[in-house]
C-alpha cells in the first residue's frame, strides 16, 4: 500500500515514537522491517532522531507497535501529547475586538489537521496523537488526502520551553549521547596511550609486560567499550546483528587471544622485547586503540549530529514565553501556552509578539526576519495580520490572537521541518536495503579471511589480524548516517533562511525540475499599484497633474487613490503635504471630484475613467483618447486628471515589479531553469512585467483563467518538461498540486502553502531561487556522503582481507568515515553565509 493510499484512509493515524538503542542502518531496516510486517502499519525510522513516524491501521493499537520495537530489541515509546490549555475562557478578554473577525491571516501554514505543538516536541517532529492527527497528513491532504481529523487539530499549546522531553532529553545522538560517552573515552585514551607504547615500542618494554598491558586494556574492553558490547548483546538475543557486533566481535576477539596467548606462555613476556622479536600474538593494543579510536568517533559524532539539530531547536524556541493580555482593561502576564483565540494582547516596543494575530490598536513596525529571512520590518497598522515570534520594533500594538498552540505558523514551520527531516529520499532506501544484509555478509567474509589465510600461509596470528581488520574496517553507520544527517543539517538551514522543504522526495524533484511557472502577481511583482508616469495636457506640467490628482485621491479609500496620493505626497517639497480639499465626492468605480485651493485660486478637479469625466461634462476628443489608448496598451493602467473643464493629464499606475526579481530570474536561467511568466492580466501588462524582468516574450502566457493555470502546467508536463509552479493566491493552489515542484511565498495565502512542496517564508523571489539552489545542495551533499560510505566499505574490506590493513588503522579508519559523514553535512550550515 502507498503512503498515499494510506493517508487517504480515515481508519489510518500517525503516531511517533521515540526509539532508543538504535545504533547503525541495520537497526533502521529491522525495525521497519519488524513494524511492516504488522497488517497495515508503514513506518519511517530516522537514525539521529532516534525516532520513527508510524502510519497505523484502527485495528493496530499503540502498545502493539510499543511491543512489536521492545521485541525487536530496542526501547520505544510514544510521544505523549502536552496537556491541553485549561485557562478558562473570559468574555472580556475580547475586548470587544469581534469587529475585526473578518481579517484572515495570510503568512502562515495553516494545517487542518494539526496534530500537536511542535513547539513543545523534540527536534523529531510532530507530538503523537491518539486521535492520529499529525503533521504529516497535512502534505498528503493537500493533494487529494483527508482532513478526517482536523477536529483534532487544537491540542497542544505553543511555547518556548525546551523541547526535550522526560526521559529523552537528547534526540540527535544515536546511541549513547556525547555526555555519557565523555567519560569512557577519557578513561579509554588513558589506558590506551601507555598500552600501546609499551606494546609497539620495545624500549619502554619491561619484564612480564604482558601482564601489565593486559590489566591495563581490560576497563577499555570492558566498561570504556560496554555500548558496544551491550548493543550487540540486545541484537544477538534477537539473533540479529548490527555493526555493534562486529566491534565487539573484534574486540573480544582481539583481547581473548591475547589473553590465551599470555596463558597458554607466561613467560612471553618476561624479557623486554621477547614478544615483539619473537612475532608473538598479543593484540592488547589493538583491543584498545580500536575501541577509543571508535568512542571518539562516536563521541565527535553525537556532538556533530546535535549541532545538525541546533537549526530547528533554535527555531522552536525563537516564541515568546509569556503574553500579556488584556482582562477587563487590565494588563495580565500569562505563559504564551495558555493563549485563547480572541484574547488581546499587548506588545510593546522590542517584544515579541506571542502568537499570529491581528493588529486591533497602534502602528509599528515589525521584524519578522527571524520567520521570514527578510531584514527589513513591515509597518503594520490596524488590521494587519502578524506573526508569532516576530519583534514589535517601535510602537505599542494590541493584537488579538487569531491562533494560538499548535496552529501557530512558528509551530506549524517546526513540524513542517521535522516532518521532513523524518523522512527519507529514495536514494535512501538503496543505503537501507545494502544495509540490512551488510552486516552478515561482512561476518561471514572475516570468517572465510580467517580459514583461508589459515589454510594458505598456516600463520595463525596473520589469519587473525586480517579477520580482526575486516570486523573493524567494516561500517554500516556512515551508510545510516548519510543521508537522515544531511537532511538533518539542510532543511534546519532552510528553516533558518525562511525556507521550509516538506521532504526528502522534494530534494530530488529539484534535481529534474527545468521550467518553472512564475505567477505574476504577488511573486514577481509586489500587487500593489504604484504611480508609473504622468503625463501632462494642454499646458499642465506633470508635476501639477499629480499634485492636483493626489490631493483629491487622499481623501478617498480605493488602492489606485492611495497609490496617486502617496506618489504625490513624495513628489511634494511641502514636507509631503498636499492642499486642501473642499465640496469633495466620488462614485464606486469611477473617481473623484474636488475643489482644490493651489497657487492661490480654486481649482475645480475630476480623477478617474473616461466615463467619470463624461459625467462630468468635460469631453475628450480623438487625440486625447488616442494619448490615453496608447498607455493602455503599454500596459499600464490610465487615469484621467481634467481641472476646470478640460483635460489635463493622464497619470500611468503599473503594478511594482519587486526588487531582486531580475536578478532571481537571471539565478534561474543560470541554474538552468526556463522561467515562464503566467498571468490573468492582459498581454499588454505581461509583455511589460517580462521585458522588465528578462523573461522572453514566448515565455509568457497571459490572460490566464485559475483553472487555465492548471492546464498551463498540464501542457508543459506534456511537452516532456518537469515543472516547477511558484505562487501565492487561492486560485494558484490547483496549480501547484498540478506541479512536479510546487512553491508557495510566504506572503500568500494557506491554500497554497498547503498545496505546496516548498514554502518561502518571505515573498522575495531571490529566497525562490535560493530555495531551489539549497534542495539541489542537500541533495548533492547527500549523493556525496552515499558515494564515501559505500567507496569506503568497497575499498576497505577488500584490503583488511588481504592483510595489508592492520586493525588499529582499521578502527582509526572506520571512526573517521562516520565523522566525515557528518563534517560533510555541517558545511551546509554555513549555505547563504
Known sequence: ?????????????????????????????????????????????????????????????????????????????????????????????????????????????????????????????????????????????????????????????????????????????????????????????LLTVPVFAISMIPALQFANWGWIVGAMALPVVSWAAWPFHRAAAINARHFASTMDTLVSIGVIAAYLYSAWQLFADPRMTEHPGMESMSGGGLYFEVAAVVTTFLLLGRYLEANAKAKAGNALKALLNLGAKDATILVDGVEQKIPADQLLVDDVIVVRPGEKIATDGVVTDGASAVDASLVTGESVPVEVGPGSAVTGATINTSGRLLVRATRVGSDTTLAQMGRLVSQAQTGKAPIARLA????????????????????????????????????????????????????????????????????????PQVLEDTRHVDTILLDKTGTVTSGKLAVDHTSGLNGYSSATVLTLAGAVEAASE???????????????????????????????????????????????????????????????????????????????????????????GIISLSDTIKPGSAAAIQKLKDLGIRPILLTGDNAAVAAQVAAAVGISPEDVFAGVLPEGKVEAVRKLQASGATVAMAGDGVNDAAALAQSDLGIAMGSGTDVAIEASDLTVMGSDLGQLVQAIELSRKTLSTIKTNLFWAFFYNAIGIPVAALGFLNPMIAGAAMAASSVLVVANSLRLRSFGK
Open 1 to 189: 500500500m502507498s503512503s498515499q493510499e494510506t493517508f487517504n484512509q480515515p481508519a489510518h493515524r500517525v503516531i511517533e515514537l521515540d526509539i532508543e538503542g538504535m545504533t547503525c542502518a541495520s537497526c533502521v531496516n529491522r525495525v521497519e522491517r519488524k513494524l511492516g510486517k504488522l497488517e497495515g502499519v508503514e513506518a519511517s525510522v530516522n537514525l539521529p532522531l532516534e525516532s520513527a513516524h508510524v502510519t497505523v491501521p484502527a485495528t493496530v493499537t499503540d502498545q502493539q507497535i510499543v511491543d512489536t520495537v521492545n521485541a525487536t530489541g530496542y526501547k520505544a515509546t510514544v510521544r505523549q501529547a502536552p496537556p491541553p490549555n485549561t485557562r478558562p475562557r473570559r468574555a472580556e478578554g475580547s475586548n470587544n475586538q469581534k469587529d475585526h473577525e473578518g481579517h484572515g491571516h495570510k503568512s502562515t501554514l495553516h494545517d487542518d489537521a494539526a496534530p500537536k505543538d511542535t513547539a513543545q516536541s523534540s527536534p523529531a517532529g510532530t507530538e503523537h496523537d491518539h486521535s492520529g492527527a499529525a503533521g504529516g497528513v497535512r502534505q498528503h491532504a493537500s493533494k487529494g488526502g483527508t482532513t478526517e481529523h482536523a477536529e483534532h487539530g487544537a491540542s497542544g499549546a505553543a511555547t518556548a520551553e525546551p523541547m526535550e522531553h522526560a526521559g529523552h532529553e537528547d534526540h540527535m545522538a544515536h546511541g549513547p549521547t556525547a555526555s555519557t560517552l565523555r567519560p569512557r573515552l577519557i578513561v579509554a585514551a
Open 432 to 503: 537501507d536495503r545494502i544495509s540490512s544484509v551488510f552486516v552478515p555478509i561482512v561476518l561471514v567474509i572475516a570468517l572465510v579471511t580467517f580459514l583461508l589465510w589459515l589454510f594458505f600461509s598456516g600463520d595463525l596470528n596473520a589469519a587473525f589480524t586480517a579477520a580482526v581488520a575486516v570486523l573493524v574496517i567494516a561500517c554500516p553507520c556512515a551508510l545510516g548516517l548519510a543521508t537522515p544527517v544531511g537532511l538533518l543539517t539542510g532543511t534546519g538551514r532552510g528553516a533558518q533562511l525562511g525556507i521550509l522543504i516538506k521532504g
Open 558 to 648: 480605493h488602492p489606485i487613490a492611495h497609490a496617486i496620493a502617496a506618489s504625490a505626497q513624495e513628489a511634494t517639497h511641502d514636507g509631503g503635504r498636499l492642499p486642501g480639499v473642499e465640496g469633495f465626492s466620488s462614485a464606486p468605480g469611477g473617481g473623484v471630484r474636488g475643489t482644490v485651493a493651489f497657487e492661490g485660486t480654486s481649482q475645480t478637479v475630476v480623477v478617474g475613467r473616461s466615463g467619470w469625466l463624461e459625467e462630468n461634462g468635460i469631453t475628450l476628443d480623438s487625440s486625447h483618447r488616442e494619448a490615453l489608448a496608447a498607455e493602455e496598451n503599454a500596459g499600464a493602467t490610465a487615469i484621467w486628471v481634467a481641472v476646470d473643464g478640460q483635460p489635463a
